[in-house]
């Protein structure tokens, strides 16, 4: 039974818009799409050339060591997550989703400044490493907030049955920049030779990534704000902790076993068949491209799913669970008969199955927020949920693997979290909001 009640507040006063022909709800969804997809882009070139930055940022005896610290430079990102879900969170209730949104790319692109531009370790010692750090920490402030402000505004604009496609976008975005990192990494892989890649190769990924930035800035430029709070509103951090506060709790559990998988399944799995399977890194990066696809697709039927389903938990559930019961199954197979297709098959089948029940999720935590602590809330839980499990799972599971030798660590850890988010889930009291 549920213990808790997640009846909530009636929505603060809202002005939305309800953009009509298909250029502006392109334009919605891309404006607002596009600023997570940039920083999924450049986690996902960072996931992929992990090794390679650990050889080159932090140098050490062991192999394992230097991967060890260069996913944790990429986990560390995920520590400023939660800061910049309170800041940016807050403004976007109080000063609105537009503004927000245009704050949090303009902090991406000065993170990925610091990640392009990084001297190595041979070239200025640990300043370099430090600078690299920046970048990840700015990176991961900036998208502490965005996930919030943007997805509200992907679900308030526009008409009501079909929030569910557009919020789908938020998830289906990350999709396409796993894709696209995985092709750019496979790419230089095949075309430069180990020295070219190591010297300067490395660096152009991120770049590419910077070209993205001015279209997004201008496109949310032209957006129409969907959230004016009113003038004498309490704080919303406040309210949101004062009132939400369980339902924060039980939302930052709900959203553990999608973001470890998310975070093993498509950014770690390259790694994991280049040191754990022994594969070539070249092949090992495919299961980006086919984990990026999958995401996409399966993010779309999902938000589908999500405008049509009278209740949408139980989606939720049987996704999670499905997972709970297959995960050891396919890494079991995948060290007992390690190949290329192999790997990529059973990637794709976790991915879809995981994604099934993410936008239906997404909304069911947004759905039990009012809307004038809607981003609030949402950057936090999705920003706690993200840097406690998410952030930290490739430095755990690599850590698991390192010291007791079981290539099924990864598999272990994902049936653990799921068994976290499926009781959360199933504590969750759904409410539907008009």
Same mark, same amino acid.
């Not at 809607?374 to 706690?384: D, E, H, M, N, T």
């Given at each position: 039974?549920?213990?808790?009640?997640?009846?909530?507040?009636?929505?603060?006063?809202?002005?939305?818009?309800?953009?009509?022909?298909?250029?502006?709800?392109?334009?919605?969804?891309?404006?607002?799409?596009?600023?997570?997809?940039?920083?999924?882009?450049?986690?996902?070139?960072?996931?992929?050339?992990?090794?390679?930055?650990?050889?080159?940022?932090?140098?050490?005896?062991?192999?394992?060591?230097?991967?060890?610290?260069?996913?944790?430079?990429?986990?560390?990102?995920?520590?400023?997550?939660?800061?910049?879900?309170?800041?940016?969170?807050?403004?976007?209730?109080?000063?609105?989703?537009?503004?927000?949104?245009?704050?949090?790319?303009?902090?991406?692109?000065?993170?990925?400044?610091?990640?392009?531009?990084?001297?190595?370790?041979?070239?200025?010692?640990?300043?370099?490493?430090?600078?690299?750090?920046?970048?990840?920490?700015?990176?991961?402030?900036?998208?502490?907030?965005?996930?919030?402000?943007?997805?509200?505004?992907?679900?308030?604009?526009?008409?009501?049955?079909?929030?569910?496609?557009?919020?789908?976008?938020?998830?289906?975005?990350?999709?396409?920049?796993?894709?696209?990192?995985?092709?750019?990494?496979?790419?230089?892989?095949?075309?430069?030779?180990?020295?070219?890649?190591?010297?300067?190769?490395?660096?152009?990924?991120?770049?590419?990534?910077?070209?993205?930035?001015?279209?997004?800035?201008?496109?949310?430029?032209?957006?129409?704000?969907?959230?004016?709070?009113?003038?004498?509103?309490?704080?919303?951090?406040?309210?949101?902790?004062?009132?939400?506060?369980?339902?924060?709790?039980?939302?930052?559990?709900?959203?553990?076993?999608?973001?470890?998988?998310?975070?093993?399944?498509?950014?770690?799995?390259? *790694?994991?068949? =280049?040191?754990?399977?022994?594969? @070539?890194? +070249?092949?090992? &990066?495919?299961?980006?491209?086919?984990?990026? /696809? #999958?995401?996409?697709?399966?993010?779309?039927?999902?938000?589908?799913?999500?405008?049509?389903?009278?209740?949408?938990?139980?989606?939720?559930?049987?996704?999670?669970?499905?997972?709970?019961?297959?995960?050891?199954?396919?890494?079991?197979?995948?060290?007992?008969?390690?190949?290329?297709?192999?790997?990529?098959?059973?990637?794709?089948?976790?991915?879809?199955?995981?994604?099934?029940?993410?936008?239906?999720?997404?909304?069911?935590?947004?759905?039990?927020?009012?809307?004038?602590?809607?981003?609030?809330?949402?950057?936090?839980?999705?920003?706690?949920?993200?840097?406690?499990?998410?952030?930290?799972?490739?430095?755990?599971? *690599?850590?698991? =693997?390192?010291?007791?030798?079981? @290539?099924? +660590?990864?598999? &272990?850890?994902?049936?653990?979290?799921?068994? /976290? #988010?499926?009781?959360?889930?199933?504590?969750?009291?759904?409410?539907?909001?008009?």
């Amino acid at each position: 039974m549920n213990d808790v009640t997640l009846s909530s507040a009636d929505d603060a006063p809202v002005r939305q818009s309800h953009p009509q022909t298909r250029a502006s709800q392109v334009r919605l969804i891309a404006a607002c799409s596009i600023g997570n997809a940039l920083e999924m882009y450049d986690f996902t070139v960072y996931s992929f050339f992990a090794l390679l930055i650990g050889h080159l940022f932090f140098p050490s005896d062991s192999p394992f060591g230097s991967l060890l610290l260069a996913v944790a430079t990429f986990g560390i990102g995920f520590v400023m997550r939660p800061l910049g879900g309170l800041v940016i969170g807050s403004y976007a209730d109080r000063r609105g989703r537009k503004a927000a949104m245009t704050l949090t790319i303009a902090l991406m692109v000065g993170g990925t400044l610091c990640i392009a531009f990084a001297p190595t370790y041979a070239q200025a010692g640990v300043w370099g490493s430090l600078v690299l750090l920046a970048g990840r920490l700015l990176q991961g402030f900036s998208l502490g907030g965005e996930i919030g402000a943007s997805t509200s505004m992907l679900m308030e604009a526009g008409a009501v049955n079909r929030r569910g496609f557009r919020v789908s976008w938020q998830l289906g975005s990350q999709g396409i920049s796993a894709l696209l990192g995985a092709l750019t990494g496979a790419a230089l892989y095949a075309t430069l030779t180990p020295t070219s890649l190591e010297s300067w190769g490395w660096r152009l990924p991120f770049l590419g990534g910077l070209a993205i930035a001015p279209v997004g800035l201008y496109i949310r430029s032209k957006l129409d704000e969907t959230h004016h709070a009113e003038p004498d509103a309490a704080s919303p951090l406040g309210t949101l902790m004062r009132e939400h506060g369980a339902k924060v709790g039980l939302g930052i559990l709900a959203v553990t076993a999608g973001t470890v998988g998310m975070y093993l399944v498509v950014f770690f799995m390259p *790694t994991y068949m =280049i040191r754990v399977l022994k594969m @070539p890194p +070249s092949l090992s &990066l495919l299961s980006g491209c086919a984990t990026g /696809v #999958t995401m996409l697709i399966a993010s779309l039927v999902s938000g589908r799913l999500a405008d049509r389903l009278t209740r949408r938990k139980p989606l939720v559930m049987a996704s999670v669970l499905f997972n709970i019961v297959t995960v050891i199954p396919a890494f079991w197979l995948m060290t007992r008969f390690p190949s290329v297709p192999l790997v990529l098959l059973l990637s794709v089948v976790m991915t879809a199955c995981a994604n099934l029940g993410s936008t239906p999720m997404l909304l069911v935590l947004m759905e039990m927020l009012p809307a004038s602590v809607r981003a609030s809330g949402l950057s936090v839980i999705y920003s706690v949920g993200v840097t406690v499990f998410g952030g930290s799972s490739q430095f755990i599971v *690599t850590w698991l =693997i390192a010291k007791t030798g079981n @290539p099924l +660590s990864p598999a &272990l850890y994902m049936v653990a979290c799921g068994c /976290v #988010t499926l009781f959360a889930v199933w504590r969750i009291r759904e409410r539907r909001v008009a």
